[in-house]
């Protein structure tokens, strides 16, 4: 199974509402990732969670709380959004593997929850 | 910043022809993979090529990579319509995190007229 789930794929929110979108791996990854994506751009990473812990936060505004339940899943808590955070939201996991004395890292990505804020 | 430049940023060709996008990059890496994204949706993965490979073929799928110039190439051949999608280009750091933190290019939009 390579197979990354993100639900809701689409999801329409007031300003003062508290919404979450969640992603699932059964991969046995231990590294996740929160994307952010505009239309006709790259994906912009917002966290990394290794092993369950938060690793990496591109000083994401802390109306984004991610959350790390436990190694298949991964939150992504939002609350009091602007419209310009409106995009398509991408979780992806890796595991990381050692080829010789070179990290190699294949990221998945699961299908993204495309995210309105009104 | 790593982030890397892809070329050309829309490329248009009819089915058949053969598609090739390149990639540049700034810093030194430990590997380079390039992705495809059919619109609005997720990535899916290609290729990986590592920084020692010179060139690594996947099917229709040919990546070269010359560390020398810090550039990368991806050829598609035989395109068909299905492979119309954006592809991006990305690298790690080499020497940099180890938690795979990937830079992406700024993607390549590829049309195949049928």
């Known amino acids: 199974d390579t197979e990354v789930t993100q639900t809701p794929k689409h999801l329409v929110m007031g300003m003062t509402n508290k919404k979450s979108l969640k992603c699932e791996q059964h991969m046995g990854h231990r590294a996740m990732y929160w994307y952010k994506q505009k239309a006709k751009k790259p994906p912009e990473l917002m966290f990394v969670y290794s092993y369950e812990k938060l690793s990496i936060n591109e000083s994401v505004p802390s109306r984004f709380s991610p959350e790390c339940p436990n190694s298949s899943l991964l939150n992504l808590h939002l609350h009091a959004l602007q419209p310009e955070d409106s995009a398509l939201y991408l979780c992806?996991?890796?595991?990381?593997?050692?080829?010789?004395?070179?990290?190699?890292?294949?990221?998945?990505f699961g299908p993204g929850t495309r995210l309105l804020v009104l | 910043s790593q982030q890397g430049e892809e070329d050309p940023q829309a490329l248009s060709i009819q089915e058949g022809e053969n598609a090739t996008m390149n990639c540049s990059y700034k810093?030194?890496?430990?590997?380079l993979q390039w992705y495809r994204q059919n619109s609005g949706r997720g990535l899916v993965h290609l290729i990986l090529?590592?920084?020692?490979?010179r060139e690594k073929h996947s099917g229709r799928l040919r990546v070269t990579l010359d560390t020398s110039k810090k550039s990368s190439s991806l050829l598609i051949t035989a395109s068909r319509a299905a492979d119309t999608a954006s592809y991006f280009c990305?690298?790690?750091?080499?020497?940099?995190?180890?938690?795979?933190?990937?830079?992406f290019g700024r993607g390549t939009q590829l049309t195949v007229w049928p």
């Open positions: 990305a690298t790690d750091e080499e020497g940099g995190s180890t938690l795979g933190r990937l830079y």
């Open positions: 992806a996991s890796s595991q990381r593997w050692l080829a010789g004395a070179t990290y190699q890292e294949t990221q998945y």
């Open positions: 090529i590592r920084s020692n490979e």
């Open positions: 810093t030194s890496i430990n590997n």
